[in-house]
């Protein structure tokens, strides 16, 4: 069996990055992604803060980033991993389809995955009027009354994205006030296709077979009202996505893995990068910054290891 010097599972701008500077420092360097190069990153519609771009989409983003990773021979594969065992020397990654890989380090960037909000019959309208992507599906609200649940700053950018499509936007927010920043608020503000409803819970998705209304709670007053809505659509935070590493005991009691200023976890020879980790900012360049960190730290660590 071939031996990897690093795996990196998870292929968003992180991964990405780590994979190029590990390419870069001649390392046997491969990515394992189990969906499409970019991760969240995909599904933004815009970028405006990643350096030297100005705007550019983020399925452009995450296509020039995967294309660099290309044209330095970084070895991709599909997988979805279902554990990683510590071997001392070296480490094995398994996947859903049996596979299994052997390294001398593992770079882990796998981001989260959206948070629901566990309402009466979100799960059964999935897909029938409730989604979590506004790129994915937001053409099939045109000219339609939705709703928008969260109040940070992917919840109020993704309503601007939004308003180019739907009729109407109510964004309902469990907190009395946005939790996003001043300069999309006002963007928000400005579309004159949104309504907020702020310091509300939602209690249920109704509808048969397509969703049809949302039924909200005032959290102060206790008040119970029901909205009409053809669509809606729900940004109320992440989950770290670590279920395959939940035997290496890196994680912290949120779930998100923890790392020092090396990217290094409490093992040797794994690092993890991106939103996956316990920090404070989760952005695409800090998510590229960790990914540099974590490459030329384990280039120094195969090399005190003789590794290399």
């Given at each position: 069996?071939?031996?990897?010097?690093?795996?990196i599972i998870g292929a968003g701008p992180g991964g990405m990055t780590a994979a190029i500077y590990a390419q870069r420092a001649n390392l046997k360097t491969m990515m394992l992604e189990k969906a499409a190069p970019g991760g969240k990153m995909m599904t933004t519609w815009e970028v405006e803060n990643y350096t030297g771009f100005g705007k550019i989409?983020?399925?452009?983003?995450?296509?020039?980033?995967?294309?660099?990773?290309?044209?330095?021979?970084?070895?991709?594969?599909?997988?979805?991993?279902?554990?990683?065992?510590?071997?001392?020397?070296?480490?094995?990654?398994?996947?859903?389809?049996?596979?299994?890989?052997?390294?001398?380090?593992?770079?882990?960037?796998?981001?989260?995955?959206?948070?629901?909000?566990?309402?009466?019959?979100?799960?059964?309208?999935?897909?029938?009027?409730?989604?979590w992507c506004a790129i994915c599906d937001g053409a099939f609200f045109k000219d339609m009354d939705i709703a928008v649940i969260g109040g940070g700053n992917s919840a109020i950018e993704e309503a601007v994205f939004l308003t180019k499509t739907v009729k109407h936007i109510t964004v309902i927010n469990l907190l009395p006030t946005l939790q996003a920043d001043a300069k999309a608020v006002d963007?928000?503000?400005?579309?004159?296709?949104?309504?907020?409803?702020?310091?509300?819970?939602?209690?249920?998705?109704n509808g048969d077979k397509q969703l049809e209304s949302i039924t909200l709670r005032n959290v102060e007053t206790k008040e119970e009202s029901n909205l009409k809505v053809e669509g809606a659509f729900v940004f109320i935070g992440q989950i770290p996505e670590v279920s395959f590493a939940k035997e290496l005991n890196i994680t912290n009691k949120w779930g998100y893995i923890e790392v020092n200023a090396k990217m290094e976890t409490k093992i040797p020879g794994i690092y993890a990068i991106g939103d996956v980790i316990d920090k404070d900012l989760r952005q695409i360049i800090t998510a590229a910054s960790d990914g540099t960190i974590a490459a030329i730290e384990v280039a120094r660590y195969l090399e005190k290891s003789n590794k290399l």
């Open positions: 069996m071939d031996r990897y010097d690093v795996i989409g983020g399925f452009e983003l995450s296509e020039k980033m995967f294309n660099h990773t290309q044209e330095l021979g970084v070895e991709y594969k599909y997988g979805d991993v279902t554990n990683i065992v510590d071997k001392g020397t070296y480490k094995e990654v398994h996947t859903q389809t049996g596979e299994v890989y052997e390294t001398g380090t593992v770079i882990i960037g796998t981001g989260t995955i959206p948070r629901s909000t566990n309402a009466e019959g979100e799960s059964k309208l999935s897909g029938r009027g409730v989604s963007e928000a503000k400005e579309t004159g296709k949104m309504d907020f409803m702020l310091g509300y819970e939602v209690v249920s998705f």
